[in-house]
């Protein structure tokens, strides 16, 4: 009787059909279960984060490796997403009252965190940045809630602790935020500034409305429940609609009598939401249980004020205040700014004589040298990887033989219709669309780019996707589980 063939054994092809059928999770899983899997299933991430524009902000994750479009979980309408990270969202969802709360959702596993309110108007928050994996009782966020503002908000607390004013010079603003490890934030502005957040250090705490919550479902969920096929006696279209309409009516009333139990619970009902009577000012949600967190220019010798001219080079210099987009990334340990001109091609006159162009969407890549004067330097490669920016947390990953990948570029969102990934080729100097597979949207639907989309399983490598595959041993893997990173190293040892 001939032997059983092992999972590890199936044959590519039929492996790759089977993914095809299989949702962005279990593919995700499935990659993991061995290296044969791995190596036959291209890897999900990068993708593009892509909503369809009706009533149900249905997010799907266009993966540029794989050459499909994931559906992902489908999000209450009026959401706004301020923020992606290993897998995560961070939305901004308005409620009845006028006022804004902010959720962390993971849209694969279904699980969402509930943050405090912030005092801040929701137009102000332009980025929010998280810890990998938050959880209920253990995480830390930080956003720009001003054009000088930084607001940041840890486990247990009851509402964000807004910084004072970052020191700026005139007319500069703050335009990105990058989360590190050890609970570092760095801050960049308009002009080339940067200034690091250090948050407090992380401790598992019990979350501020977990006794209003109680232990069966949550007081308010962004999470859309499916809508009913067709109309029937017992199942009305706007059923879920109303339930989601109490719900964040009962999460702004919690608050409120939560500070003085003799409000009564008072609302006036319409055709099909439900408004709360009174609203009460965010200043009086309860005490603040964040612990302090200090702001510290990059740059803190002598304590002087920020000046382009000392830290970039001729003609960079002047170029810093024509290239309005920028973003912070590591890449291999090092830090990185990424300018963008976003407005029109324009030519500088030089200070010490000559002209500049600057091109409409040139994108210069600056390195930090911390040791040289002008400490910020133009590179013209990446030694193979690439820089991914926007409203995510950037990301950098080496590229070579990963599918639909090209190295020593830099892929940004916007273009000609201002909501598509492009990607910028560091050696011809140019941007091009960058190919992503369609969305399960019917033809000639609206859609909307938002941002990257990174899972969590990424981890940064310095070897190729293919090799990793065809080698069992040198240089980490890419796609892999911690789990399956643990494995794979102590077979190579054992070997």
Known sequence: MAPF????????DLLCRIGDRLDLKWYASARGACTAWRCALAPPSPALLVVANDA???????????RRSFELTAIVSGSRCVGSSNGWLALSVV??????????????AAV?????????????VSKVVFTPNPAKDDFAAAAICDI???????AGARRWAVIDPVRLTNGDQLTDVVYTDKGRVY???????VHVLRLPERRCRKPANADEAGPSEPPFSVLQPPQPAERTNNCRPLRWQHLRNFRMMRHEQ?????Q????PLRVTFCAETFIPYKKFPPESQGPHLNAPATVEPLLCEANLPFDPATVFPPPYDTVSSFTSAKNLVFCEGNLYQVWRNASCTVTLQLPTGGQRRVAENEILVLRYYPRRQPCWDVVKNLGGHSLFVGRNNAVSMYAEGVPGLRGNCVYWIGGRGRDQGMVFDMESGSSTPCRAPPVSLLPGHPHSTICWYFLSDLMSINNSYNSSCSSSSGGRKVYQTRARARADLGQDMEE
């Open 56 to 66: 149900r902000w249905c997010p799907y994750a266009a993966s540029l490796p794989t």
């Open 254 to 258: 919690a608050q409120t009598r939560d």
């Open 95 to 108: 409620l009845f009252s006028g006022g804004t709360i902010f959720v962390l959702l993971n849209p694969i």
């Open 187 to 193: 801050c960049l502005t308009k002009c080339g500034d």
């Open 260 to 263: 003085d139990p003799t409000i």
């Open 148 to 154: 000088d503002r930084i607001a940041y908000v840890t």
């Open 5 to 12: 063939r092992r999972w590890a054994d199936l044959p590519a």
């Open 112 to 124: 969402e965190i509930l943050l405090p309110p912030l005092i801040y108007e929701s137009r102000w």
